[in-house]
């Protein structure tokens, strides 16, 4: 990449498709949320515009489709939306997309049990090892984090004030949550985007969803069912995720 930094990407099932015969037939990039692995759903998220010129030079004869999830899905929203008719997939998908990362963070800060003892240490948990994994990188002389407060942060608003902000050059946590969130280019997509999300999130509550883009953007959907939770979506016993299917059949239509 442009600055030095290394993206990888995870092939399922292991092969690139060229190299099996499968030249041609659609590819789809997957992106996770925090901590997401591509042995769950979803794969680890980091410069996306860079994977997807890079997957569409490799494969030029192949449609691309984007699939995300959680913060990965407002990467993916923000892309398209940036992209707008320079898009290079052909259609996208968001399942709990945090449109307002403001308003996300604003509930996550929120102090209750389900966040003190389950959302904020889980999510706290993954940052911090995702940090300590790469300390071995040197950071531009200029940046000047607190390693001390970093490792001491008990609340993720703490986390990115004092490492999100400083490693993207944001003034403020504001400008963070401003320029990072896909609710300001939700009305720019020019491709087929199907959005996921439900009434009882308690991770992208459903006032941060830009209800009227929805509404005047011919090209945008919204499915906001009543329950879901973050990334739930269950039905039927024994438990299974019902969001595969919407999701196979949107793509299926369009590519």
């Known amino acids: 990449m442009e600055d030095g930094a290394t993206v990888s990407l995870d092939w399922y099932p292991g092969i690139k498709p060229q190299s099996d015969g499968d030249e041609g037939k659609p590819i789809a990039l997957v992106m996770s949320g925090v901590g997401g692995s591509s042995q769950e759903h979803h794969i680890r998220a980091l410069d996306f515009r860079t994977a997807v010129a890079h997957v569409r030079e490799l494969n030029p004869n ?24 320079m898009c290079m997939l052909s259609c996208a998908v968001s399942v709990c997309c945090p449109f307002d990362i403001s308003v996300s963070s604003a509930a996550m800060n929120e102090s209750n049990l389900l966040n003190n003892y389950v959302f904020q240490p889980a999510v706290m948990s993954t940052l911090k090892r995702a940090i300590k994994r790469a300390q071995h990188l040197e950071l531009d002389s200029s940046i000047n984090i607190d390693q001390e407060r970093v490792r001491n942060s ?44 439900s009434l009882d999130d308690r991770i992208t509550p459903p006032h941060g969803i830009p209800m009227e883009k929805f509404s005047t953007n011919p090209n945008i959907a919204l499915a906001l069912v009543p329950h879901g939770g973050h990334l739930g979506f269950l039905t039927g016993f024994p438990p299974r995720i019902w969001f595969i299917r919407p999701i196979i059949e949107f793509i299926s239509a369009i590519v």
Request: aromatic fraction near 14%.
């Open 154 to 197: 008990k609340r993720l608003w703490e986390l990115e004030d004092e490492f999100l902000v400083k490693i993207g050059g944001y003034k403020d946590l504001n400008e963070y949550y401003a320029k990072s969130s896909s609710v300001h280019f939700v009305d720019k997509i020019d491709v087929p985007y199907l959005a996921i999300n």
């Open 62 to 85: 192949s449609k691309l489709v984007g699939i995300g999830f959680s913060m990965g899905a407002n990467i993916l929203t923000k892309y398209v939306g940036e992209e707008g008719t």
